[in-house]
Nanobody, 118 residues
């Protein structure tokens, strides 16, 4: 079984920073993608950023230049450095892990709340 545990969310003022962490444990295929999704009230869940085990990254246009995703393959941990935060970034952020071995395997964390407000 696979488990993902997020941490690092909280309340920050506009322009502030947060660093989210997500540690994966269990039987994890070495070739995979880890990423962050977010869901604000009344909106659909959207991809924020993703990173492959090889280090290739992808960002939503709304966070490009402000957020940085990284990972430590040895620890199966993914990070999201969030700078210049805006009120529109307020959402529950979910960690995601995926790989493909004939079938697609998808796992989700429990979510961590990020609130950007004065």
């Amino acid at each position: 079984q696979v488990q993902l545990v997020e941490s690092g969310g909280g309340l920050v003022q506009p322009g502030g920073s947060l660093r989210l962490s997500c540690a994966a444990s269990g039987s994890i295929f070495s070739s995979n993608v880890m990423g962050w999704y977010r869901q604000a009230p009344g909106k659909q869940r959207e991809l924020v950023a993703g990173i492959t085990s090889g280090g290739s990254t992808n960002y939503a246009d709304s966070v490009k230049g402000r957020f940085t995703i990284s990972r430590d393959n040895a620890k199966n941990t993914v990070y999201l450095q969030m700078d210049s935060l805006k009120p529109d970034d307020t959402a529950v952020y979910y960690c995601n892990l995926e790989w493909y071995r004939s079938l697609k395997y998808t796992y989700w964390g429990q979510g961590t709340q990020v609130t950007v407000s004065s």
